[in-house]
């Protein structure tokens, strides 16, 4: 697979390849679309990417891509790449920084386990 992403609308970075599953299947079955599989040329960025509707029904770029290095530090350094190779017009995390998964679930509601 090649770059085939010139620009995204909306990016969001996944910790974990869990994660980043959750929120695939979450926007398929909300949004009714499918994520294709693309590669950055240099191998760096692997990504999946899914065209969906605003509430204006105007078709937007969804990236989603689930981190190969872990940490902040590689996640900063990592950032610079993707605003600089997908020039997203906004960007998000999922993942650790999301919470505690015990009191959350993503695509609904909070939830408490207490």
Known sequence: MTHDMQQADICIVCALAEE???????????????????????????????????????QLTLLLLCQTRPGPVFTALDLGLLLKTFQPRFVAMSGICAGDKRHLRLGGRQSHTR
Not at 37 to 49: E, L, M
């Open 20 to 58: 980043a599953d959750a929120v695939e299947q979450v926007v398929s079955e909300h949004c009714q679309t499918a994520f294709v599989a693309g590669t950055t040329d240099d191998g760096h960025f692997v990504y999946r990417y899914a065209t969906i509707p605003n509430n204006r029904h105007e």
